[in-house]
T-cell receptor, first 112, second 114 residues
Framework: AQSVTQLGSHVSVSEGALVLLRCNYS??????LFWYVQYPNQGLQLLLK??????LVKGINGFEAEFKKSETSFHLTKPSAHMSDAAEYFC??????????FGAGTTVTVRA | NAGVTQTPKFQVLKTGQSMTLQCAQD?????MYWYRQDPGMGLRLIYY???????DKGEVPNGYNVSRLNKREFSLRLESAAPSQTSVYFC?????????????FGPGTRLLVL
């Protein structure tokens, strides 16, 4: 069975600082990996996804993630945080079927 | 294009009452999903419909039933609500039932069971 672990339920960064959100998965085969973002009182929307085309994936709003098979990781980064990045972020994995398994989520707050 | 819409946005029920959560998508997607979101647990799949006319159980189906009314609509029914079903419910859809497909989410229904 797939599982996704997001390290840190809450991350606080200063505006302009690096944002790093960690995600590790367990899988016997390389899965498809996703990062979704949820703004307050809204549904989730896709930030980026890994589908084996390239290990470094660029997404919307300046975010990117790198797939590292040897570390079974798919960490999300953004070089410079903006106040509008305050949200909850979910890592998700889909193996060979079409059901997503989500991590518990990481809430990001941005300090002015 | 409204995308994925859900009704109602908020509902309060008493234990034992029943209700149906409605979901519709106007993107001509084939697959639809129901999730529940609880603090610290991410989203968990309740039921899904890979295509019109099919439904299957997800991770947490107990206490719920679903109906894929047509290609656009996928409803979730609570026959006898329990306080443990207090949650935020999200509907989602994908173009096809593939593992690489992006899921498009509705705005959610907040349910409180007293």
């Amino acid at each position: 069975a797939q599982s996704v672990t997001q390290l840190g339920s809450h991350v606080s960064v200063s505006e302009g600082a690096l944002v790093l959100l960690r995600c590790n998965y367990s899988s016997s085969v390389p899965p498809y990996l996703f990062w979704y973002v949820q703004y307050p009182n809204q549904g989730l929307q896709l930030l980026l996804k890994y589908t084996s085309a390239a290990t470094l994936v660029k997404g919307i709003n300046g975010f990117e993630a790198e797939f590292k098979k040897s570390e079974t990781s798919f960490h999300l980064t953004k070089p410079s945080a903006h106040m509008s990045d305050a949200a909850e972020y979910f890592c998700a994995v889909s193996p060979n079927d079409y059901k997503l398994s989500f991590g518990a989520g990481t809430t990001v707050t941005v300090r002015a | 294009n409204a995308g994925v819409t859900q009704t109602p946005k908020f509902q309060v029920l008493k234990t034992g009452q029943s209700m149906t959560l409605q979901c519709a998508q106007d993107m001509n997607h084939n697959s639809m999903y129901w999730y529940r979101q609880d603090p610290g647990m991410g989203l968990r799949l309740i039921y899904y419909s890979a295509s019109e006319g099919t439904t299957d159980k997800g991770e947490v189906p107990n206490g719920y039933n679903v109906s894929r009314l047509n290609k656009r609509e996928f409803s979730l029914r609570l026959e006898s609500a329990a306080p443990s079903q207090t949650s935020v419910y999200f509907c989602a859809s994908t173009i096809l039932p593939g593992p690489q497909e992006t899921q498009y989410f509705g705005p959610g229904t907040r349910l409180l069971v007293l």
